[in-house]
């Protein structure tokens, strides 16, 4: 199984990369581990109907972020519609393995020194506009400029994508993963604060008490969070399949019109004899 090695820096709400420098001084402790997150991810597409239960809403597993309260039912309605899966797809994945390294940093590009590209906003932005979300109007508008900027996080979720089309295995991207994603980067904020004698006045949020104001925000943080970065991954799949078309898409169309032909006269030749 591949396992990716991130690496970030302190930060509750939005984690970010750790400078050159900070990242050579970490010992191998400090570095984040995501493969169990890969596992969740995995394990998400083993329940077909991916924790709903009649009437639109969804089952509740009572983590951090999936524990049901009345305060965040209204997120239950629209949470489903923000995963997205990777059904194994022999043709892409075979592609993939095709293309060249700057083919393949093509299809997962999000930034570019720094910045998000010009192709990325557009193309997100015509995915999110038709999404309905039940989460508030400020934490849409707000979390998703920062999610935008937040490459750390982009990383995690773009290196699933890849893990899932190299290995060509079911895997998604839902509230269960973005769970076991929190745990480990708020384990890893956790553990540099301590490492570095930081530890007072460190908040982690997944110690909010359930139905409070921050409990709240925290929840509607990570289910906008879901929106973003499953949309990012289908961004992922539809570049990877502009491409395939692009180089077989006329080979395919081709095959299955003398498919077509040689079937019709197969039929005239067994209406003739007849």
């Given at each position: 199984q591949k396992l990716a090695a991130m690496r970030a820096a302190s930060s509750t709400s939005s984690p970010t990369a750790a400078s050159a420098s900070e990242?050579?001084?970490l010992p191998e402790s400090m570095i984040i581990d995501i493969g169990p997150a890969l596992l969740k991810a995995k394990e998400a597409v083993s329940d077909p109907?991916?924790?709903e239960v009649p009437g639109g809403l969804i089952h509740r597993a009572g983590g951090p972020l999936t524990t049901s309260h009345p305060a965040v039912r209204h997120l239950d309605v629209c949470e489903p519609r923000h995963c997205w899966r990777w059904v194994p797809d022999q043709r892409l994945s075979a592609l993939w393995g095709e293309l060249t390294?700057?083919?393949?940093a093509r299809v997962v590009e999000t930034h570019s020194g720094g910045q998000a590209v010009r192709r990325f906003c557009k193309e997100m932005t015509s995915q999110v506009r038709h999404k309905e979300c039940r989460a508030s109007d400020r934490a849409k508008r707000s979390l998703g400029a920062v999610f935008m900027l937040d490459q750390h996080s982009l990383s995690i979720y773009k290196e699933m994508f890849v893990v899932a089309v190299e290995q060509n295995v079911?895997?998604?991207?839902?509230?269960q993963v973005i769970e076991a994603v929190d745990g480990v980067v708020q384990d890893f904020c956790a553990a540099r604060r301590k490492h570095e004698g930081r530890e007072s006045g460190y908040l982690d949020p997944?110690?909010?008490q359930e139905?409070?104001?921050l409990w709240v925000q925290y929840r509607e943080r990570e289910h906008v969070r879901l929106m973003w970065m499953s949309t990012m991954a289908k961004v992922f799949e539809i570049r990877l399949l502009e491409l395939w078309e692009a180089r077989h898409g006329a080979e395919e169309r081709e095959a299955a019109q003398q498919a077509s032909l040689r079937a019709e006269m197969e039929l005239l030749a067994l209406e003739e004899r007849e």
């Open positions: 990242a050579q001084a109907t991916d924790g390294s700057e083919e393949r079911p895997l998604a991207i839902n509230m997944r110690a909010f139905g409070s104001d």
